[in-house]
């Protein structure tokens, strides 16, 4: 009898601890399935914040944050800063109304949100602060002829969604400074128009943009007139196909490095430096344009003495 009883009382314990352990099991399950339906109902913003400090959550919600780039590739948002010019009002972003959610705009260091994509007079501000979700996919013309303007600063921008680049910063004619903290267009494949007529801006710094996958830079940074540093050093262009007046009227440009340039599969270079009057040095010798159908004006507006430096570079260019 005694060993029966202590049996019973064993099989007894080992039976509440199962369901403990089961009860304990549900539980978190429950908390995480909870947690997890909270988190499909806040910003993506919001998530990453919370979730990269709270251990807990990364545990019930089996997520790794080890390497941040990557989780914050998936989920953060990009982070804008813009200043405007001196008693200059109208339209400072261009949002579609079925992406207006995902668009979320503060005045000055105001937490609430504002609705409106044009700046008015009597807005009294010179500081804008936007946040963008992940959902958002394309740039294009996000700055188009946003002549208010003055700079614009991006403090995050890790994104590997953003498909279209074409004429996003197109017309900012009172735009002087455009700085990008860190960069990733990881999947982007079209830049056409991106800076053009952007007629202030006296330097840019592109080398933290990764553009593997890029096949139109025509008229990139055409009627960049004011432009006298330009920094493109690990620019990958291997599959671009049209680079038509990409520097076309950069008239400020003395050098232009693109020694690093992979012209492999261009098959359109006209009007490329067309106007670039300034240029002194540029290193063309490792182009390839073997399957170049159009250089017609390639270096049209250039210097007699530049355009016979080019020569002496590399005879295969019918100039």
Known sequence: MGCASINDKLKRSKYKNNLNNSNSNLKNVMSAYILSKIFDNISTYKRLGIIRYNKKFQKKLNLSINNYKEYSALYSSIEIEIKIANDEYGKLINISDSEREYYH????DKKE??????????????????????????????????SCVESIYFKQFYR?????????????SKLKKLKFSNSSSINTNNMSYMFSRCSLLEELNLSNFITNNVTNMSWMFYQCSSLKELNLSNFNTIYVTNMTSMFDG????????ISNFNTINVTDMTCMFDGCSSLIELNISNFNTNNVTKMTWMFCGCSNEFKKKINQQNKRLKL
């Open 105 to 108: 705009i503060y005045f000055d």
């Open 113 to 146: 949100e504002i609705k409106s994509n044009t700046l008015y007079g009597n807005d009294n501000l010179n500081k804008i602060k936007i946040k963008i979700d992940y959902q958002v996919k394309s740039f294009k013309k996000l700055f188009y002829n946003c």
């Open 160 to 172: 590997n969604n953003i498909f279209d680049m074409s004429y996003m910063f197109y017309g900012c």
């Open 250 to 257: 950069c008239s400020s440009l003395k050098e232009l490095n």
